[in-house]
């Protein structure tokens, strides 16, 4: 496999070289545009005078050769940079036909899939191969190789559901805060772990030597690390993303770029404890670079359920007391507490923010933001907290 993701990455990579340095000149040759087509035909010669790339499936060099096409595409469409070529280490891959592979299931926990010209290779059974198995991706990464099957499912539309909404704030004190009043926090006692361990590894790759074979050791230690961390996280994202999408049919969020300068300003609102502030931190640090994955996972499952994900501007809705309205920077007394100084309401400030998020998503008007402050003075609080 290891000899496949190295043909099919160089296949990918002259062809780059190709497109970038030599396409001019191909033009004169033949008259034509270098297009994947014409790639392909380059390909079955290129295969014709050398062994070893013949050894290799040729569906899966021409799955290269689309995905450079599409990189182009993208590129074109100002979707993405200009491709780059790919690298070992970084992009081992390959990909083939899903008609060209045969899946059998061993027993529950293991199934068998035979690729072309690899032969059959058994793999961890995870979840059942529904429909018209339309492409099989095999990867590499710092923890082994995987393989993953893309099938074609035929679904009904779902229907609409008006069940339930959930409002969900970013906490500091816990990684979601949901308007019900519950909470769902991130295995941090684990991450923590992790997070130690990368540190150390990374430490002890920094005294080794440039070039030698403990450093080439303690990078791949170090890489395995981080991949076993971005396991849980993606882990815990799917898990709680589709609990949600099961039980609610609308689910509001704060939008993203907003939400990260509101989360700037609480810091200032707050003054807490150290330690508290270290497990902020590394709460929101660790959220962040899952939020994005997290969103994306919420929207396509809620959809796939019939449901819908509405994202509302983040502005106040620390500030804001959920019962009255009212906007004052003091009403939050502390990281975790919300005390409304008009009316006296008080909850966690995270659930606080999350039922706020909730009536600006299901208001009538739609997308309206949070109620502006009332009072100047509340208003110029709510500005000097902004
Ligand atoms: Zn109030």
């Not at 010209?117 to 059974?125: D, L, T, Y």
């Not at 030597?209 to 050791?217: H, Y």
């Not at 989360?263 to 709460?283: D, F, I, M, W, Y």
Request: aromatic share 8%; charged share 30%.
């Amino acid at each position: 496999m290891r000899q496949f993701s190295g043909v099919v990455r160089l296949v990918y990579n002259l062809a780059l070289e190709q497109r970038r340095d030599w396409w001019r000149q191909y033009a004169v040759r033949t008259g034509k545009s270098l297009t994947y087509v014409a790639q392909a035909r380059e390909l079955t010669e290129l295969r014709r005078s050398f062994d070893w790339i013949a050894a290799v499936s040729q569906t899966s060099q021409q799955q290269a050769l689309r995905d450079l096409d599409r990189a182009y595409a993208n590129f074109f469409a100002g979707r993405s940079g200009y491709p780059t070529p790919r690298r070992r280490g970084v992009n081992d891959g390959f990909r083939f036909h899903g008609r060209e592979c045969r899946i059998r299931r061993l027993n529950r926990n293991w199934g068998a899939i035979h690729l072309p010209k690899i032969g059959e290779v058994r793999f961890r059974w995870t979840r059942d191969v529904l429909g018209d198995v339309k492409n099989v991706t095999v990867s590499r990464d710092p923890l082994g190789w995987h393989v993953s099957i893309a099938c074609e499912v035929e679904s009904e539309a779902p229907e609409k559901r008006a069940a339930e909404a959930v409002g969900i704030d970013r906490g500091v004190a816990h990684t979601l805060a949901f308007s019900d009043g519950t909470f769902a926090d991130l295995p941090l006692e684990r991450l923590r772990v992790l997070d130690r361990r990368a540190r150390k590894q990374a430490r002890s790759l920094a005294r080794c030597r440039r070039g030698s074979k403990r450093r080439e050791k303690a990078k791949a230690r170090l890489a395995r690390t981080k991949a076993k961390t971005a396991r849980v996280r993606k882990h815990w994202v799917h898990e709680r993303s589709a609990g949600l999408a099961r039980r609610y049919g609308t689910v509001v969020t704060e939008d993203l770029k907003v939400a990260n300068m509101t989360a700037s300003a609480r810091g200032t609102v707050e003054a807490p404890g150290t330690h508290v502030r270290q497990k902020a931190g590394l709460n929101r640090s660790i959220l962040e670079q899952g939020w994005y994955q997290f969103e994306t996972c919420l929207r396509y499952k809620l959809e796939a359920a019939g449901g819908v994900l509405i994202k509302v501007p983040a502005a106040y809705t620390s500030q804001t007391c959920s019962e009255c309205g009212s906007i004052s920077k003091t009403h939050r007394k502390s990281q975790a507490v919300f005390l409304c100084s008009d009316c006296g309401h008080s909850a966690h400030a995270d659930t606080n923010a999350a039922r706020n998020i909730l009536r600006a998503g299901t208001r009538p008007s739609g997308r309206a933001p949070v109620a502006g402050p009332t009072t100047r003075e509340s208003r110029q609080n709510a500005l000097a907290a902004a």
